[in-house]
């Protein structure tokens, strides 16, 4: 399927997908939206073999944030649709099951910043920055970067980030735990293949599943979590993974998932 904002790919069991507005920053407008929908469904539900996702920005940005030449104009009611818009789209990269691996290779702002947080683990390249200044324009974050971004840093450090519109460097990032790892730029397409080919060396089924229940535990109680989990781990045991997993762990060589 042809795009005009966004590129696919696909290497072996890894799909990557890439914002390809380089012009613009790779901003977000309703259409890149729309496109990085059908993207993500396309390889979720639709192409088996692909087992991790790698979302990366064309040129020298990720995403630099939402298309402000689109916002300008918007009304009240337009705002808001453009927001849960937004966050349907960053829902459902959160929540469908495949890990999505976020190649951060330059600015992460605005709406690019809350796209990286929708995504399971962040690289970013040491030439990559990160900041939600939104308040600069008046406005605050709409694609779930208030929510996001204190589940994932503490709500001080994002009532900051947010209150001040800072931005902030891959290594400041990382020391927050906004990011899992920072690379060279030059590595950094590789550092995610390697990262991404690991993941989908394991059992698809018990990936897919502990990536569920992490992210239906974290709004629960620990008890309610729990059990999330014991109900999981049984069902692993309903796919036959675990039997080649084990057996394959007892003759020593390679599990055939």
Known sequence: MEFKSILVEIKDKVGIVKINRPEALNVLNTQTLLELSKAMHNLSFENENVRVIILTGEGKAFVAGADISEMKEMRALQAREFSQLGQRVFHFIATQE????????GFALGGGCELALA??????????????PEVNL?????????????RLVG????????FTGDMIDAQTACSIGLVNQVVPADQLLTACLDLANKIASKGP???KLA???INKGIQADLSTGSSYEAEAFGLCFATGEPKEGMSAFLEKRKPNW
Not at 155 to 162: D, R
Request: proline share 4%.
């Open 119 to 132: 995504c399971d683990i962040r690289v970013a390249s040491d030439k990559a920055k990160f900041g939600q």
């Open 98 to 105: 495949k890990p999505v691996i976020a190649a951060v290779n």
């Open 155 to 162: 709500i001080a450090k994002a009532k900051e980030l947010i």
């Open 211 to 213: 990536k569920t229940v």
């Open 138 to 150: 008046g406005v605050i974050p709409g694609f779930a970067g208030t929510q996001r971004l204190s």
């Open 205 to 207: 089924v018990a990936v």
